[in-house]
């Protein structure tokens, strides 16, 4: 198994998908940043709270969080929540690692230190190159910190002055909520055909939503085989049923999808059958009035038909 193609179905904490997460007005102009058509760009910047002595590389910043879980980085912080960071342009995790994206490196405050202090001193062009690029990816791990830092970002960086360019069929994610994919697809045009838009945010919901109330039954399991904890399992039963309540809803909202959605793959099974008996086999063209030709053994749609029959009368007319 190839690492960069590892998916949350085989591991819930791994993406095979870097994803650049942006707010709603960003995702447009990095849609229509490109130097052409079809040409995108993230822009690179000094991160916020950098100081411009110890860290002034330009960067651009993405994430192997899960797309599932990428609603956390809204959840978690208040910033993110102001400037509505639902939106996000994701890419192949093996295609970002060929144009050089690379992984952060969270390094504690005494190896950072000791990082930026060689790269000061160091007399050797070749050493000091090494040191800048290593310096370029590093950032603090924050295990002084009230917050404990951003580890939980697990972030990737593309260094560069400009940004990060990419066409268009590089794209493998959007995300965005449901009501703004039709401004994103007409941006995007034909490309948006092979690019899979997902509302992070509202997955994210469920996802947490699911955990909580398994939690919440885990609970429940556990007081009714301790005798020590039944107390406390009557004095908060009221909450407890609301919660398993709440959870039934959940099932319940999964099954009406699951049904939706075999309802949708049933109409388009019934279709692909449709445009198949339809199609010709002798052109390859769709009509509703295909028509058998015993001399061929083959099916024509009409004006291929006509168009042979009248070659043939040509052919016997010049003869």
């Not at 000091?128 to 009230?146: D, F, V, Y």
């Not at 009501?179 to 055909?193: K, N, T």
Request: proline share 3%.
């Amino acid at each position: 198994m190839k690492a960069f193609e590892i998916e949350p179905k085989l591991k819930p904490d791994m993406s095979r998908y870097l994803v650049h997460m942006t707010g709603k007005d960003s995702i447009k102009s990095i849609l229509k940043g490109g130097r052409r058509k079809g040409e995108g760009l993230i822009l690179s910047q000094v991160p916020k709270g950098s100081e411009s002595k110890s860290f002034n590389h330009q960067i651009a910043c993405f994430t192997e969080t899960p797309i599932f879980a990428l609603g956390g980085f809204v959840a978690i912080s208040k910033r993110r929540q102001s400037e509505k960071m639902e939106y996000g342009v994701g890419f192949r995790k093996s295609y970002m690692v060929e144009h050089n994206v690379r992984p952060t490196i969270y390094l504690d405050s005494h190896t950072l230190s000791q990082l930026f202090n060689a790269f000061d001193s160091v007399n050797s062009p070749e050493v000091s190159t090494l040191i800048n690029s290593i310096k370029s990816l590093a950032h603090p791990l924050g295990e002084a910190m009230p917050m404990q830092g951003f580890t939980w970002e697990r972030e990737w960086r593309f260094v560069g002055e400009t940004g990060f360019y990419f066409n268009y069929d590089a794209i493998e994610i959007i995300c965005c909520p449901q009501e703004d994919q039709f401004q994103l697809r007409s941006i995007l045009g034909s490309h948006a055909d092979t690019i899979c838009f997902v509302d992070s945010w509202a997955q994210y919901r469920d996802y947490t939503l699911h955990i909580e109330h398994t939690d919440s039954k885990n609970k429940i399991s556990q007081s009714l085989t301790r005798h020590d904890e039944i107390e406390e399992f009557l004095g908060n039963y009221e909450d407890h049923v609301e919660s398993l309540k709440a959870y039934r809803e959940y099932l319940l909202s999964l099954q009406s999808n699951a049904d939706e959605t075999e309802k949708h793959l049933q109409e388009l099974m019934k279709w692909k059958q449709y445009v198949d008996d339809h199609t010709a086999s002798h052109c390859g063209h769709f009509s509703e009035d295909i028509i058998y030709r015993a001399d061929f053994g083959e099916t024509f749609c009409p004006d291929c038909s006509r168009e042979f029959n009248e070659g043939m009368a040509k052919a016997m007319r010049d003869d």
